[in-house]
Nanobody
Framework: QVQFVESGGGLVQPGGSLRLSCAASGSIFSIYSMGWYRQASGKQRELVARISSSGSTNYAESVKGRFTISRDNAKKTVYLQMNSLKAEDTAVYYC?????????WGQGTLVTVSS
């Protein structure tokens, strides 16, 4: 059974940085595209960044140039480096396959950007 465990969130000031990690289990990690998603309070979950099995990346316009997604297939882990954080980046961040496996969401990790 596929599971995702996110970590690395916290409180950070505007302009700061955080690195999120997501450990996957229960699947052949290396062959799947992975994505980072986020859900702000009162809003729908949205795709932030994705990375293919070969390492090709794609970003939402709102985070392009500030966020970097990467993966370590040996560790079955995907990362999201977030720089120049803004208040509007405040959300619960989740990882999942891309496209997402419905019903297989982890608990997420909360990122709060505030002074």
């Amino acid at each position: 059974q596929v599971q995702f465990v996110e970590s690395g969130g916290g409180l950070v000031q505007p302009g700061g940085s955080l690195r999120l990690s997501c450990a996957a289990s229960g699947s052949i990690f290396s062959i799947y595209s992975m994505g980072w998603y986020r859900q702000a309070s009162g809003k729908q979950r949205e795709l932030v960044a994705r990375i293919s099995s070969s390492g090709s990346t794609n970003y939402a316009e709102s985070v392009k140039g500030r966020f970097t997604i990467s993966r370590d297939n040996a560790k079955k882990t995907v990362y999201l480096q977030m720089n120049s954080l803004k208040a509007e980046d405040t959300a619960v961040y989740y990882c999942n396959n891309y496209p997402a496996r419905l019903g297989v969401w982890g608990q997420g990790t909360l990122v709060t950007v505030s002074s």
